[in-house]
């Protein structure tokens, strides 16, 4: 396993429960460090409405084979139903699942 796929498994495992509990719905920045944030994209429109999350690589990264991707999108896209809302193992398991790398 290379430097960006290790790297993006432990700032998933990483990612704060706290941060994954009261999930808000609009555009924001949940979690981040160097070389990737958790972003809430925002709410699906369809009825019930889902938080969609997703891991970008960061602009400043400093792992070198990231550069060359960032912003794009290298976990998720994870939708958390906003009634009876996934518990913060569930939302990290799905991003985990969702690696693209």
Do not use: C
């Not at 958790?38 to 709410?43: E, V």
Request: hydrophobic content about 40%; charged content about 20%.
């Amino acid at each position: 396993m290379g430097k960006a796929s290790s790297s993006l498994i432990e700032f998933i495992e990483d990612i704060p429960e706290d941060k994954l509990k009261a999930l808000p719905t609009t555009h924001t920045k949940i979690y981040f460090n160097v070389d990737y944030r958790l972003d809430m994209q925002g709410m699906t429109t369809k009825k019930p409405q889902h938080h969609n999350l997703q891991v970008q690589v960061n602009n400043g990264t400093t792992i070198t084979t990231l550069k060359a991707l960032a912003p794009v999108t290298v976990a998720g896209t994870t939708l958390v139903p906003s009634e009876n809302p996934w518990t913060p193992a569930e939302i990290k398991a799905d991003l985990m699942a969702k690696r693209m790398m």
